[in-house]
């Protein structure tokens, strides 16, 4: 069955970095269109950033765009977003999510998240 | 960006009732419509998508309808297990948007 495990979360001060990865299992990787998203605690969700299955096609939201950046490495069927200048803003579980059919914009199938903290 | 509008914030209901949820595209986005599940402390779940596509496994009491701009998400004859939170997401186009959720309560 389909899993998606995300790690690398923790505590970060204001303007610090993180890197965040996530595990792919049960579908084939390379084939398929990839999703960060965040949910901070309480709230709804907030689309991330995606990446298409070969890894030359990215968007951003405009929250995180020159700060975050999505990779992925097909080989070891993992999914990152390296996370930089970061704000208190940022606080949230990521999450990864994969897709699924023709429409990159579909969220398909949600890890289950990895909280990031940013605080002094 | 697509703005998404959903309402009602939050609804009570019993078991056995029926609740409708609408969710509405502050422009047109065909049937690039889905529809999420959030229980505490897990990831959302995908029901429907697109607009009235039931996921596979998606108890049959789920239904969705519309195009366009406006959409409902209807739980009938509602179960123990349906409490919890809905969100709607235009699959239209990036960046990609998400109501403000709807919170199923038991009455």
């Known amino acids: 069955q389909v899993q998606l495990v995300e790690s690398g979360g923790g505590v970060v001060q204001p303007g610090g970095s993180l890197r965040l990865s996530c595990a792919a299992s049960g579908f084939i990787f390379s084939n398929t269109d990839m999703h960060w998203v965040r949910q901070a605690p309480g709230k709804g969700p907030e689309w991330v950033a995606f990446i298409h299955f070969g890894g030359a096609l990215t968007y951003y939201a405009e929250s995180v765009k020159g700060r975050f950046t999505i990779s992925r490495d097909n080989s070891k069927n993992t999914l990152h977003l390296q996370m930089n200048s970061l704000r208190p803003e940022d606080t949230a579980f990521y999450h990864c999510?994969?897709?699924?059919?023709?429409?990159?914009?579909?969220?398909?199938?949600w890890g289950q998240g990895t909280l990031v903290t940013v605080s002094s | 960006d697509i703005q998404m509008t959903q309402s009602p914030a939050s609804v009570s209901a019993s078991v056995g009732d029926s609740v409708t949820i609408t969710c509405r595209a502050s422009?047109?986005?065909?049937?690039?419509l889905a529809w999420f599940q959030q229980k505490p402390g897990k990831a959302p779940k995908l029901l429907i998508f697109?607009?009235?596509s039931l996921q596979s496994g998606v108890p049959s009491r789920f239904s969705g309808s519309g195009s366009g701009t406006d959409f409902t998400l209807t739980i009938s004859s509602l179960q123990p297990e349906d409490f919890a939170t809905y969100y709607c997401q235009q699959a239209n186009a990036f960046p990609v948007t998400f109501g403000q959720g709807t919170r199923l309560e038991i009455k």
């Open positions: 422009q047109a986005i065909s049937n690039w």
């Open positions: 999510a994969n897709t699924e059919g023709s429409r990159w914009e579909l969220l398909n199938f």
């Open positions: 697109p607009a009235s």
